[in-house]
């Protein structure tokens, strides 16, 4: 099984894209993760940033591996704890399919992304700059394999 974190905004921060890489190379041999960017809609004085939203959903959509399980990271949806998160882990790994997570723009996802979610997944009520949210995610990833694997990294 593999994961795509697919995630709306371009060029993290070094300290960002520093983090996201070395969960990634963590997770690795558990779950590999591929970081998939997709560009921002266009926004702004005169814009419409209901196209925008729509913009990025056809390119979230279009970015999809084949028959993936879809987990929306959306505030409104299923807040989990640690071990809940390795618990989920475990019952997407039961579903024998790929994964995709999707992080959305500043208005989060389009109608259309949020429809073919099978589920969504919040990671709390904070408001959190979406680069930052892709280092919390695959932080969180590595963290419920670990747990699965019985890897000492998860204190609790």
Known sequence: MKARLIATGERAPSWVAQGFAE???RLS???PLELVEIEPGLRGKGRDPKRAI???GRRVLAALPKNPYVVALDVPGRQLSSEQLAQRLE???AQGRD???LIGGPEGHSPEVSAIADE?????PLTLPHMLVR???A???YRAAAMLANHPYHRA
């Open 54 to 56: 729509e913009d990025e």
């Open 29 to 31: 041999h558990w779950l």
């Open 99 to 101: 994964l995709a997570f």
């Open 139 to 141: 932080e969180q990833l």
């Open 91 to 93: 019952y997407w790994r």
């Open 120 to 124: 969504k997944w919040s990671i709390g």
């Open 23 to 25: 969960y990634q190379k």
């Open 135 to 137: 280092l919390v995610v």
